[in-house]
């Protein structure tokens, strides 16, 4: 099979890219999923953007540089906050209904943003609406051509440049082809490496793994960032209790009843990210507990009706009635702040290979993502990689029907949970010298019993050395990496450590 654009992943970055790619050429979009399932249908707080007469791009950029701890790359969010109104407005072209009130689109605050700037829509429901809605546009869009339930499992590169992709039937049936002169990878983030998690089951990093081995250069794995306030239930994948409702208001309490967020930080419940993880991390060390509470039933009942309808339902589900009832939550991993590097235009280091969404290191969330950014940053990037991906596109030469032969696809699920659960003890929220090293020792070994298992763990396994190595590498706190042995911030360190297949990891200053 032969397309003008290949598109690996059905996320809202994958449904992006086909979509401005087919106004200039035959699209293969490939999904191991159904179309449209990934982490992107489960975002619930929305999409940042400075559309309000009392924000501007600049304001939004300068909350995001702070947030990334002097790692961002300024260029990359420039682009990003200043063409954030641009890509709202797209969405709505798309037919995306964005929530409203008495006096027009209903903003919503999170964590981190001096402005209230999170355009939502179906109340916390946002990734469902987007995606619903793009789902809908690609499926009427002729040029593209739908290759669902079809794994990617490596990429056709000759050395040099990428050709498209080796993929396999995800319910068996023999590997095939798919070639196109530009590949957009767009297959998302890892967290559910994870043990407690708030991914779907697709965040394996695929991707990350097949650019490795395809030659790209990987940056910035060290920083996974955990979200402060998944519900509490039992390993796997878990319900995200959305920071837009801390944003109206709610608070965080220990279980000895004491709100402990505001002699942390000023912004106390709506600090960004790792500081509010983090300071729920020590409060459950300190008390013993693997919980802590979020109250938001100070908060009028009709308003959390209204504007969390979905979190509101699914607490129910599990015996909460957040109107009234205090809801046990804790941090998970959440989302994969590293990728596949690439420059303003998402492409990679290898030609004819382009990234964008997840899967990509752009460098707009440097060391601590923004909330809200990552469906920004999805759209803003997608749509600048198939401009770049038209001009770099060449005529594909002839491709050797011979590959490098691979470990099978698993027929069965495999259990996983070893791998996740030293994940979690020794590459989570806080981290030493000796936890690293010893996960280092039990990944190897896992990579000697399972590289040929199967090709997920084997993909897992790349990607668990990478995060491992980089987290093992940067001896310093900075955003989502704690170490604790190294507590504090380190000027020396802001650079970047990128990693490339048969090359030692380097630094790169910001
Ligand atoms: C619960 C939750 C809430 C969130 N809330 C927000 C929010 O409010 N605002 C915000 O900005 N961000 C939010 N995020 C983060 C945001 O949703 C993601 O960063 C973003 O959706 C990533 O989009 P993507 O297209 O890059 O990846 P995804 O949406 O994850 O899509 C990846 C696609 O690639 C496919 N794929 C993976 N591997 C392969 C392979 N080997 N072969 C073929 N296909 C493959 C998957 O099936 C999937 O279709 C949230 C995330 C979660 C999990």
Redesign the pocket.
């Known amino acids: 099979m032969e397309a003008d654009f290949l598109v690996?992943?059905?996320?809202?970055?994958?449904?992006c890219a086909a979509l401005c790619a087919s106004r200039h050429g035959s699209v293969a979009l490939?999904?191991?999923?159904a179309?449209?399932?990934?982490?992107?249908?489960?975002?619930?707080?929305?999409?940042?953007a400075a559309v309000s007469p009392e924000d501007s791009p600049r304001l939004h950029l300068e909350d995001t540089l702070r947030a990334g701890r002097e790692l961002c790359n300024r260029a990359a969010v420039e682009i990003l906050t200043d063409h954030a109104p641009e890509a709202v407005k797209w969405l709505e072209e798309m037919g995306v209904l964005f929530d409203r009130g008495e006096e027009g689109i209903h903003l919503g605050r999170?964590g981190g943003h001096s402005r209230r700037r999170?355009l939502?829509s179906g109340g916390s429901a946002?990734?469902k609406s987007f995606?619903d809605a793009l789902t809908q546009r690609v499926r009427e869009t002729s040029p593209i051509q739908l290759v669902e339930h079809?794994?990617?499992?490596e990429l056709v590169v000759d050395g040099e440049r990428c050709y498209g992709i080796r993929?396999d039937a995800a319910g068996g049936g023999s590997p095939r082809l798919i070639l196109a002169p530009v590949t957009i990878l767009?297959?998302?983030?890892a967290?559910s490496l994870f043990e407690r998690t708030?991914?779907?089951p697709?965040?394996?990093g695929?991707?990350i793994a097949?650019a490795y081995r395809a030659g790209a250069e990987i940056a910035d794995m060290e920083f996974m960032q955990f979200?402060p306030t998944a519900l509490v239930s039992k390993n796997g994948w878990t319900?995200?209790i959305?920071?837009?409702v801390r944003g109206e208001g709610a608070y965080l309490f220990n279980t000895a009843g004491k709100r402990f967020m505001p002699a942390v930080h000023e912004m106390a419940e709506l600090a960004p990210r790792d500081v509010v993880a983090s300071a729920i991390h020590q409060e459950m060390r300190q008390t013993g507990s693997e919980y802590v509470l979020l109250s938001a039933k100070h908060l009028p009942a009709a308003l959390l009706k209204e504007r969390f309808p979905n979190i509101y339902a699914a607490c129910l589900e599990r015996g909460f009635d957040m109107t009234r009832d205090l809801l046990p939550v804790a941090p998970a991993a959440?989302?994969t702040i590293g990728g596949v590097r690439t420059d303003l235009d998402g492409r990679t280091s290898v030609k004819g290979l382009l990234a964008?969404?997840?899967?990509?290191c752009t460098g707009v969330h440097g060391a601590n993502r923004l909330?809200?950014?990552?469906?920004?940053?999805?759209l803003v990037f997608a749509r600048r990689a198939v401009e770049a991906a038209r001009q770099d596109a060449t005529p594909l030469p002839a491709i050797p029907t011979q590959w490098e032969s691979l470990p099978p696809l698993e027929s069965e699920p495999s259990d996983f949970s070893p791998l996740a659960h030293l994940m979690t003890k020794a590459v989570g929220i806080v981290r030493s010298q000796s936890e690293l090293a010893c996960a280092q020792r039990q990944i190897e070994e896992f990579w000697g019993v399972y590289k040929n298992e199967s090709l997920q763990w084997r993909?897992r396994l790349q990607v668990a050395r990478l995060i491992t190595q980089a987290a093992l590498l940067r001896t310093e706190s900075r955003g989502a990496h704690r170490r604790e042995d190294f507590p504090h911030e380190d000027p020396n360190w802001k650079k970047h450590i990128v990693f490339q297949k048969d090359r030692e990891p380097r630094t790169i200053e910001v």
């Open positions: 690996i992943g059905s996320g809202l970055a994958g449904l490939v999904t191991n999923s179309l449209g399932e990934g982490n992107s249908l489960w975002a619930q707080g929305g999409i940042a999170e999170i939502h946002s990734g995606i079809t794994i990617a499992a993929s767009a297959t998302g983030g967290a708030s991914n779907p697709t965040a394996t695929d991707g097949l979200h319900f995200l959305s920071e837009a959440h989302y964008c969404g997840e899967v990509a909330a809200s950014n990552s469906l920004l940053e999805c993909n």
